[in-house]
Every structure is written in C-alpha cells, then in structure tokens.
T-cell receptor, first 111, second 113 residues
Framework: GENVEQHPSTLSVQEGDSAVIKCTYSDSASNYFPWYKQELGKGPQLIIDIRSNVGEKKDQRIAVTLNKTAKHFSLHITETQPEDSAVYFCAARGSSYKLIFGSGTRLLVRP | KAGVTQTPRYLIKTRGQQVTLSCSPISGHRSVSWYQQTPGQGLQFLFEYFSETQRNKGNFPGRFSGRQFSNSRSEMNVSTLELGDSALYLC????????????FGSGTQLSVL
C-alpha cells in the first residue's frame, strides 16, 4: 500500500542553523509532494509543494528537493528562527489521488 | 478572504452516540476533504467531495460518512461512536479536486467518553 516515512521525529537546532527533514514514499506513481507546518491549536498550513517533474523548489528560506529514483524528498530550512518551531508533515499523492502523510517532525529552534 | 471554518471547535460525546461536524470552505473553493488526526495514527484521509459528489474515500468504516451541499459547505457524520474515534477532525478545501494546495481549518476536537 501507499506509505510515507518521515525522519527525524524530533529535531532541535540553534537559531540561525539549518534544519533538514527527510521523507521516503513507497508508491512510485506519486506525483505531488507538499509540506505542511502545524502550530499548536491550528490546522496544518501548506508551506511549499513540488511536483514529480521538478527536482528542486525554493521559496525564501525554505527549499524542497526530490529524488524520484530513490523515492526520497526533503525539506530544508535555512537561517532558522524561533517562529519556525512547529510540527512539520510531508505528504505524497499517489496513484489513488489521496494525500498520504508522514508521521511528523517536531522542530524546536532554540534562541 | 476568510479561511476554512469548522464548527464546533470542541465536542464531547459518549459511546454509541452520533455526531455531525461542519465545514465551510474558502469562498470559491469547490473541493472539501476530511482528515482524522490522532497521536498514534497521524493524519489519515477520510474522504473528498467535489461538486456535491464523493470523489475519493479512505479506509474508514461505514460509520463515517459525509456530504457536500451546493454552496460547497460540507458535513461529516460519525454514527455509533467508539472510544477510538476520539481525534482532531480536520477539514481542508481547495480550488479543484485531487488533494493539491489544501487549506486546512483548525479542526474539531472530538472526545468520546
């Protein structure tokens, strides 16, 4: 079945450092990969997404890379700030057109 | 532009009861999806509605059902509640179907006692 694995489950970085979160998907037909940020008491918020025909996408301090051969995709946050502290979810849309989410990464940015 | 609105914000029910949750999508969005979020299972897809028709369904029992109205507002219903149904139920809207660029509401926190 469709599955998305996400690592690490928790990540603590010093303010200003970079953070990297990695995901692996199982369905080779997956063609859309969004990343969501969820703050306490709120629903997930889309922060960046990428399609399977693109290898990398950047938006200011956030970037996503996709390796279709290895079925890996990663979120990179540079120059982290305390307000980046939240839970981050990766997701993949497979052949069923359902979004399958990873288990989440709790990011803590220490001032 | 107003975001996705979910009501109620919190609900407490007892086993065996039924519950109806409501979702108002962003104006102009025609697709509404529902997700269940629990600490143990994470975010799981329930169903997607587009133009009043269920377009996709997750692996949940038939006790979970939904519908969409002509104004794109959606409701989901859970009958014969079980303790394991305690979760945050999230609604997300998007312009088109297919789970792209979802905008989530803040959810309804359901507790089943």
């Amino acid at each position: 079945g469709e599955n998305v694995e996400q690592h690490p489950s928790t990540l603590s970085v010093q303010e200003g450092d970079s953070a990297v979160i990695k995901c692996t998907y199982s369905d080779s037909a997956s063609n859309y990969f969004p990343w969501y940020k969820q703050e306490l008491g709120k629903g997930p918020q889309l922060i960046i997404d990428i399609r399977s025909n693109v290898g990398e996408k950047k938006d200011q301090r956030i970037a996503v890379t996709l390796n279709k051969t290895a079925k890996h995709f990663s979120l990179h946050i540079t120059e982290t700030q305390p307000e980046d502290s939240a839970v981050y979810f990766c997701a993949a849309r497979g052949s069923s057109y359902k979004l399958i989410f990873g288990s989440g990464t709790r990011l803590l940015v220490r001032p | 532009k107003a975001g996705v609105t979910q009501t109620p914000r919190y609900l407490i029910k007892t086993r065996g009861q039924q519950v109806t949750l409501s979702c108002s999508p962003i104006s102009g969005h025609r697709s509404v999806s529902w997700y269940q979020q629990t600490p143990g299972q994470g975010l799981q897809f329930l169903f997607e509605y587009f133009s009043e028709t269920q377009r996709n369904k997750g692996n949940f029992p038939g006790r979970f059902s939904g519908r969409q109205f002509s104004n794109s507002r959606s409701e989901m219903n859970v009958s014969t509640l079980e303790l394991g149904d305690s979760a945050l139920y999230l609604c997300a809207s998007s312009l088109g179907q297919g789970s792209e660029k979802l905008f989530f509401g803040s959810g309804t926190q359901l507790s089943v006692l």
